[in-house]
Every structure is written in C-alpha cells, then in structure tokens.
C-alpha cells in the first residue's frame, strides 16, 4: 500500500507539479522581460491623453461606415470631460445606497480606439466612447446622416448583452458625476 501511495506521489510530482513550476518560471521570465519602464508607461500616458485631447472623427466616420452624432464630437471639445477617469455617473432618482454607471476612462475620438472594443454588428452600427474597465463600452449608433444627439447604451460581455442607459449622450452627460479611487 504505501509503494502505492508514493507512486501516486511521484507521478503527481512528475505529471502536474513539474509542469506548473516549468509554467511559473517562463511566466516570470516573459514578464521581466515585458516589464515596461516609467519612461515607457509615462511615454505611453501621454500618447493616450494626446488621442483623447485631437479627436479625429472624420477618420473614425470612414472607418465605421457612418456619420457620428453632433454631441458625441462636440463632447471631445470638452477636455475636462474626456480626461475624467474613474468616475460614477448617477442618474437621476437613484437610491443613495444604488450604483450608477462606471467609466472607468473615456476612449478616444480615433479609429484605433476601436480596436479594442467590442463588435457593436449584432446592435447596430456605433461607436465606442467609453470603457468600464471590465471589457463593457459605453456605445452611441452611428448613421448614414449626421444625428444632434443619439441614445446611449451599454454592451456588456458577462452576461452578453446591450442595455440602453439613456434617451440620448446629452442627457447622460448631464448626470451627476462622483470621483472614485478604484471601481466599486
């Protein structure tokens, strides 16, 4: 019985503990060598905010296929909006103990903002404005002629799905916003 038991040990030590080390150590020498430097995270920050501070809607347009709404371009005129980061909008009538609506960053107005999103075909055609940081986007559909504003909605990955947040991105941005450390 016990020449058993320590045959099972070795061919567990052998089989499954062996490979996940071998696994662990590659893993750590791929991240050290992946390990970006505060110049290159600083460097890539400020990229980022210079995206979302030129917004290229013309180029975003030809890409998607459609025009985007009037308040969606004049909302990346609004700089102090766009930088925002982790923030809960709250609508009207929520409960105090109630949860609003997180962004953790605002995307920007590019065409390569986009690919990193989700894929919007099975809704419509839109655009992404806005991340929750969990792999959810804040979207508004595009159309052939130029809308003044258009309903906002959320495309959710867990469970999948797209929930219409609010009538139009005027009256979303006009929720109250509080500013958060870290999500929820």
């Given amino acids: 019985m016990k020449d058993s038991l320590l045959t099972i040990a070795a061919l567990l030590s052998l089989f499954i503990a062996l490979p996940m080390f071998l696994l662990w150590i590659r893993d750590r020498i791929r991240d050290r060598r992946r390990r970006k430097t505060p110049e290159q995270i600083e460097s890539q920050a400020r990229a980022y905010r210079e995206r979302l501070l030129n917004p290229d809607p013309a180029g975003v347009e030809a890409r998607i296929g459609g025009l985007l709404p009037e308040r969606l371009i004049t909302l990346y005129k609004d700089q102090a909006v766009v930088l925002i980061e982790k923030v809960e909008i709250r609508p009207p009538g929520l409960g105090s103990k109630e949860f609003g609506e997180w962004i953790e960053a605002f995307l920007p107005l590019d065409a390569e903002s986009q690919l990193y999103t989700c ?66």
Wanted: hydrophobic share 40%; aromatic share 16%.
């Fill in 119 to 184: 894929e919007l075909k099975e809704w419509g055609n839109g655009f992404c404005f806005a991340a929750d940081g969990m792999g959810n986007f804040y979207w508004v559909p595009v159309n052939a002629h130029r809308q003044s504003d258009a309903p906002v909605f959320f495309a959710c990955h867990d469970p999948w799905g797209n929930e219409k947040i609010a009538e139009s991105l005027d009256e979303f941005l006009s929720w109250s916003r509080v500013a958060h450390q870290g999500r929820r």
